[in-house]
Nanobody, 123 residues
C-alpha cells in the first residue's frame, strides 16, 4: 500500500492550491480516505475525509467553506482543493486511508499513511 501526496508549495495568503494523493495497493471504492496536517510544534490534526462511497465528507471547522475534498476512482486519486488560504494553514499535509469503520477525521483511526507535502502560506 502506498499513498503519495503531491502539490504542496509556497502561496500567498488568499491564494489556492490543490493537493493530490495517488493511491496504490487498495482501491478508493472500499476505503475512507482523508487529509491531515501537522504544523511545527503541534499535533497532527484531521482536515477532511471522504467515505468509501464518496457520499459523505467531513471537514474540520477551520477549513469549512474553503477546502473541498474529492476523489477520482478511475485514477485512484484523492484531491484537496484549498482556497482562501491563511498563514495558519501552513503545515505538512498527509493523506491516509482507513479500511474499517465509519468515516472520521481522527488521525488515530487510520491505517495507511503517505509521506507529507509541505504547504506554506505567507502573509
Amino acid at each position: 500500500v502506498q499513498l503519495q501526496a503531491l502539490g504542496g508549495g509556497l502561496v500567498q495568503a488568499g491564494g489556492s492550491l490543490r493537493l493530490s494523493c495517488v493511491v496504490s495497493g487498495f482501491t478508493l471504492n472500499y476505503y475512507t480516505i482523508g487529509w491531515f496536517r501537522q504544523a511545527p510544534g503541534k499535533e497532527r490534526e484531521g482536515v477532511s475525509c471522504i467515505n468509501s462511497s464518496g457520499g459523505l465528507t467531513y471537514y474540520t471547522d477551520s477549513v469549512k467553506g474553503r477546502f473541498t475534498i474529492s476523489r477520482d476512482y478511475a485514477s485512484n486519486t484523492l484531491y484537496l482543493q484549498m482556497t482562501s488560504l491563511k498563514p495558519e494553514d501552513t503545515a505538512v499535509y498527509y493523506c491516509a486511508g482507513r479500511d474499517l469503520g465509519s468515516a472520521t477525521i481522527n488521525p488515530s483511526g487510520y491505517d495507511y499513511w503517505g509521506q507529507g507535502t509541505q504547504v506554506t502560506v505567507s502573509s
